[in-house]
């Protein structure tokens, strides 16, 4: 009898990461408590343990934010933008160096695995800054107009799955077209936009450029009417992308939204099987699942339906769920106990409605918020574990015999934010990409990301595109407002 090996524990050390009992709000360069003196906790997903108490902003906070980023505009718009770039260049430079540490806070706020913060977040949160920094004195190259300007004062609003990448992707674009920012992360992941303030004092970046308000919902709200604001960003669900559409409805204010999303991920029966099985992995099970842009239908051929799931049932069972600080973690924690209960009703929803659930043996830990990577197959398009965005780690399993039926079903959804495809023929890949209503199609692979290239969708996923040139856009005076009917000729032109 052969004796399978274990992975023996390799945890990350937490001494890298000195975790105050307290923050406050970062408003015009300095810390200072709320005004109102109301605060609340940040547990870590994986324990339920306390990390810190953290100030909850009022509407006077976010007013006396907004005034501060007012103020500091002028200055900071009338930057070359050589100079602007020298300050981004900075930050990105110390976020590399403090690297290990943003990681090591970042999996204890937010659940997920150390190797995927280490190895994949803050790789990609500095390659934004210095990607935006580049950008900086070239402007009039960009292609949308001669001696474009900023906006003004950005409202930022960024969710809880990633936290630190998500700042970058709004905060970069914003300062390298010369605006000021008043950024608040989410209630539940809080403290690297905290960190990340720290950062701006010790890249000496001028007060008031960034700002950082932590609260709730009602802090995030209180930030986009604000009168004082030029232009909104926000990340995170559909509904609350629809209230705020609502809030600016007949002001002048610019608004990009990123929303939910849907992804379908099509194996074709030529299909390099082993390839489209890890494809499938990092599509659904990536930070637990919890992505926009997650590979969460699988659609495939039914030729190959048998050998598919007998090779991905294989490789799911050596998923190793756990401790996120431990290097050999796949798969982490759910960020909150109100996350995990949404994911479990939908599961459970799609066993009353018929579909067969399959999820490998695995321990879960008995402190924290834990779900075990799960597929469901006899899906139907009907079931609500087929429509709706579960934002956990759940796949649902459908499938095709043609090539239209395969977009027909994709296309299939309210959702229009990605998609992936897998086949051996580049004539297949480019047809059916370009009749998929999706703003990212991915070819034989997912879930890849960089600076230089636009995401985002359309449809009930949002309007708009951040990173690549095209996230300069929406922070440039003169550059046309995004809609949803322009964002789906912008996906078929980045696709």
């Known amino acids: 009898m ?158 809880w799955n990633f936290p ?44 008031g450029v960034v700002n950082i308000l932590t609260g709730d919902g009602s802090t995030g709200a209180a930030l986009v009417a604000h009168d004082g604001i030029d232009k909104v960003a926000f990340t995170g669900s559909t509904g609350v992308g629809k209230e705020i559409a609502r809030t600016l409805a007949g002001t002048d204010k610019k608004l990009t939204l990123e929303l939910g999303g849907k992804g379908a991920n099509i194996v074709f029966d030529d299909a390099p099987i082993d390839q489209a099985v890890e494809g499938i992995i990092t599509g659904i099970f990536f930070n637990q699942g919890q992505v926009c842009c997650a590979g969460s239908r699988l659609l495939v051929q039914e030729s190959v339906q048998d050998e598919l799931l007998d090779a991905l049932k294989r490789r799911m069972s050596t998923l190793r769920v756990g401790d996120p600080l431990d290097k050999n973690t796949d798969v982490g924690a759910i960020n909150s106990a109100e996350q995990l209960a949404r994911i479990k009703a939908l599961a459970d929803s799609g066993e009353a409605e018929g579909a067969e659930r399959w999820a490998p043996a695995c321990e879960l830990p008995g402190n924290g918020y834990w779900f075990a990577p799960t597929l469901f197959t006899n899906v139907t398009q009907a079931h609500r574990i087929a429509r709706e965005e579960i934002f956990g780690p759940v796949l649902s399993v459908l499938t095709f015999r043609t090539p239209g039926e395969a977009v027909a079903k994709a296309n299939n959804s309210q959702y229009g934010l990605s998609a992936g495809i897998w086949t051996e023929k580049g004539s297949r890949m480019l047809a059916v990409a370009g009749k998929l209503r999706a703003g990212v199609v991915w070819a034989n692979t997912f879930n890849k990301f960089d600076p230089t290239s636009p995401f985002g969708g359309f449809k009930e996923s949002g309007f708009g595109r951040e990173g690549g040139r095209h996230g300069l856009e929406a922070y440039l005076a003169g550059a046309a407002e995004p809609s949803n009917e322009r964002s789906e000729r912008e996906g078929e032109r980045d696709r």
Not at 173 to 201: H, M, Q
Request: glycine fraction near 6%; charge should be negative; hydrophobic fraction near 45%.
């Open 2 to 159: 052969t004796m399978a090996f274990e992975y023996a524990p390799a945890p990350e050390s937490r001494a890298v990461v000195d975790i105050a009992p307290s923050y406050g709000l970062f408003i015009d360069g300095e810390f200072r408590e709320g005004s109102d003196g109301k605060v609340f906790k940040t547990v870590s997903p994986s324990t339920e343990e306390v990390l810190s108490e953290v100030a909850q902003a009022s509407a006077e906070d976010v007013d006396a934010a907004v005034k501060a980023a007012r103020k500091a505009f002028e200055k900071w718009s009338a930057l070359p933008g050589a100079e602007r770039a020298k300050y981004l260049f900075r930050i990105a430079r110390i976020i590399q160096e403090r690297s290990r540490e943003l990681a090591v806070l970042e999996t204890l706020d937010n659940g997920k695995p150390i190797k995927e913060t280490r190895d994949a977040d803050l790789p990609l949160v500095a390659a934004h800054f210095f990607y935006y920094a580049g950008w900086a004195d070239k402007l009039d190259h960009a292609g949308f107009g001669p001696n474009p300007k900023a906006l003004g004062v950005a409202g930022q609003v960024i969710p």
């Open 164 to 207: 630190l990448l998500m700042l970058a992707w709004k905060i970069a674009p914003a300062l390298a077209a010369g605006n000021t920012v008043v950024l608040k992360p989410a209630e539940t992941t809080p403290l690297s936009a905290l960190f990340f303030a720290d950062i701006c004092r010790q890249a000496g970046l001028p007060k």
